[in-house]
């Protein structure tokens, strides 16, 4: 778990609701031996400044190529992006998505909409709950990017390897399948 700033308590609530412990990692060295990452919304200029001078990238990179489960939420799809827009921002370059931040206007800022579920292998049903804050928009995806739920025509939960990227907030939905799709990964959904 990611906690140098932003919703990581609430990921990690969510989380024991699964059985699921988490480390909160601030440092590189916290990284060691942990099976998975959550890197949390919150602020992305913040976070990206907080690694500034670690070796948190470096060694979040290496996580992504031994491919440990990920889940990325919010402005954690910020920082794993290879492109950020309006305004630019530098990212992480590790999941093939290009990113819009804050990109559904004042009205949308913070809202609840109902996704369409795309792959119905990994979610149950034809319909989850998104909490969105200040939500990135996904404008483009990778060849080896599937969507897995989408809020209109917009990607909003996208797979790339071991990452799982939800532009919403699944931490603050009751019993979000996505949680359980990324506890399934960790190995420990059983
Ligand atoms: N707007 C935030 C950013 O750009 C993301 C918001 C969130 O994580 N809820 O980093």
Redesign the pocket.
């Known amino acids: 778990m990611l906690a140098l700033q932003?919703?990581w308590a609430a990921h990690e609530r969510a989380l024991a609701a699964h059985g699921v412990g988490a480390v909160e990692v601030r440092t590189a060295a916290d990284l060691d031996g942990v099976a998975g990452l959550v890197l949390?919304?919150?602020?992305?200029?913040?976070?990206l400044r907080l690694m500034e001078g670690t070796e948190l990238v470096p060694r979040i990179l290496a996580l992504v190529r031994r491919r440990a489960p990920m889940l990325a939420?919010?402005?954690?799809v910020?920082l794993l992006a290879r492109e950020v827009r309006r305004p630019a921002q530098a990212c992480l370059g590790a999941l093939d998505v290009a990113v819009e931040?804050?990109a559904y206007g004042r009205q949308l800022d913070s809202s609840v909409a109902e996704l369409e579920v795309v792959d119905h292998a990994s979610l149950p049903g034809d319909r989850i709950e998104g909490v969105f804050?200040?939500?990135?928009r996904i404008v483009a995806c990778g060849a080896g990017v599937e969507v897995l739920a989408r809020r209109g025509a917009d990607p909003v939960l996208v797979r790339q390897d071991a990452i799982l990227a939800a532009t919403f907030?699944p931490e603050l939905s009751h019993a979000s399948p996505v949680l359980d799709l990324f506890v399934r990964a960790l190995g420990n959904g059983r």
């Open positions: 932003g919703d949390p919304g919150g602020e992305s200029t913040t976070m939420t919010c402005a954690g910020i931040r804050n804050i200040r939500a990135p907030h």
